[in-house]
């Protein structure tokens, strides 16, 4: 069983950063390539990031790409979203995801999920 934990959200101003992490049990996380999804309000999970075992692939949505850096330390097993000048429309509860496989955006190849933390961008 692997739970995931996520921190790191607040309320930030337009242009703003934050770092996001995810924290995560198990013996297999050296293993799992790890994804953050979102989700504003009324609207569908939405891939952002992902980023394989190694940490030598990483892949973004086109609406965070130059913006956002998703990065592990399997040492800590620890996944973490840095998340550059933010946008009113980055406004969402984000999720960070496990999964064994390597279909990156698919949200339903992401086995477990953590219970999200919130990021509110002010304008």
């Known amino acids: 069983q692997v739970q995931l934990v996520e921190s790191g959200g607040g309320l930030v101003q337009a242009g703003g950063s934050l770092r996001l992490s995810c924290a995560a049990s198990?013996?297999?996380?050296?293993?799992?390539?790890m994804g953050w999804f979102r989700q504003a309000p009324g609207k569908e999970r939405e891939f952002v990031a992902a980023i394989s075992w190694s940490g030598s692939t990483s892949v973004y949505a086109d609406s965070v790409k130059g913006r956002f850096t998703i990065s592990r330390d399997n040492a800590k097993k620890t996944v973490y979203l840095q998340m550059n000048t933010l946008k009113p429309e980055d406004t969402a509860v984000y999720y960070c995801?496990?999964?064994?496989?390597?279909?990156?955006?698919?949200?339903?190849?992401?086995?477990?999920w953590g219970r999200g933390t919130q990021v509110t961008v002010s304008s």
């Open positions: 198990g013996r297999t996380f050296s293993s799992a390539t």
């Open positions: 995801a496990f999964q064994y496989g390597s279909r990156w955006s698919a949200r339903n190849a992401y086995a477990y």
